[in-house]
């Protein structure tokens, strides 16, 4: 086994290579994954807090990638209510309009004509908008040129699509009908759902587990290593200031010491183990998401230990 650059499995401030031409969205959108940030990792995931209805509404239409697999994410603001996303928004899939009105996943096939999002309204009026983070991980593809390049995403497109009245697949049935509170339950200051698994959508083969941290957690996170590649990502909880993580945290990998304080990622190939989490500061409520890549089988991930 080749000797790990540990130093290299951590990202501390998202690439900023994505600036969509949408207002009332953060720009420049937040990578936290792909061969650039680590190479050989063969995954691509973007995305950024939008603040406010989006101009233009859709301000992307449909697309279809040819070749990779996509998971789509919609996550609300509110560590209270970690399900409450502000916003009810028809994302098409196939020409489907699918309702999006509460934190979810969806998993996306390859093949699978999807978009536009059209957002229909925000729950809340300014200044009481809870804004939401709107991302996509494209499985197995490292870069946004591959990811996106022949997608038709650049094509100029005005009509929303229509669902073929052949087709009776029901598309919605590719984002779980309900998260589910099934893992890593009854810690303090720990709020966690599972946004995506193979029990929820059989088709997909990702486990995305969502925490809102609170407070200091009650418990440590304890020393692990998975059988499959892990991306773990510490997302601050401040829309408005979204490299803040709003919090400091040190953890032991390679047998060294490293500290978080900012939004960021770390990637956990298969075999490599992290332990001894510790949060020395708190300062405001983040996220942590944890996706493990080609496995959506919480069982086989965790076995007993959940």
């Known amino acids: 086994m080749a000797e790990i650059n540990y130093d290299k499995l951590i990202a501390r401030f998202p690439d900023g290579e994505v600036c969509p031409a949408i207002m009332n969205r953060q720009i420049p959108s937040m990578t936290v994954i792909s061969d650039k940030l680590f190479p050989g990792a063969n995954h691509y ?16 239409f449909e697309m279809v990638h040819k070749k990779y697999d996509e998971i789509v ?3 609300g603001s509110n560590p209270d209510d970690p399900e409450y996303l502000g916003a009810e928004v028809d994302f098409y899939v196939a020409g489907q309009p699918v309702l999006l009105n509460k934190t ?11 978009g536009p999002m ?8 300014w200044p009481h908008i809870k804004p939401h983070l709107m991302s996509g991980l494209m499985l197995n593809v490292g870069n946004l040129m591959d990811a996106w390049g022949d997608s038709g995403v650049a094509e100029a497109k005005k009509e929303f699509p229509v669902k ?9 049935l590719f984002s779980p009908k309900e998260n589910t509170y099934d893992v890593f339950q009854g810690l303090k200051n ?19 587990k969502l925490t809102w941290v609170t407070g200091i957690p009650e418990t440590d996170h304890r020393e692990h290593a998975h059988d499959y590649d892990e991306l773990l990502i ?27 304080n900012s939004t960021s990622s770390v990637w956990l190939p298969k075999g490599v183990k992290i332990d001894k989490m510790k949060w020395k500061n708190f300062r405001h409520p983040h996220i942590e998401l ?17």
């Open 234 to 260: 510490n997302l601050g909880g401040n829309p408005f200031s979204p490299h803040d993580l709003g919090a400091d945290i040190e953890f032991e990998m390679g047998g060294k010491t490293y500290e978080l």
């Open 118 to 125: 059209h957002y229909k309204k925000f729950v809340d009026q």
């Open 104 to 114: 979810r996943a969806m998993f996306v096939p390859k093949g699978i004509p999807h």
């Open 290 to 306: 944890s996706i493990i890549m080609n496995c959506g089988d919480k069982r086989k991930i965790w076995g007993d230990d959940i």
């Open 164 to 172: 073929d009245p052949n087709d009776t697949k029901d598309y919605s």
């Open 190 to 208: 720990r709020k966690t759902i599972t946004l995506m698994s193979s029990d929820q959508v059989p088709e997909a083969y990702s486990f995305m």
């Open 73 to 75: 994410m919609m996550i």
């Open 45 to 60: 995931q973007e995305g950024g807090w939008i603040y406010n209805m989006p101009e233009p509404n859709p301000g992307v």
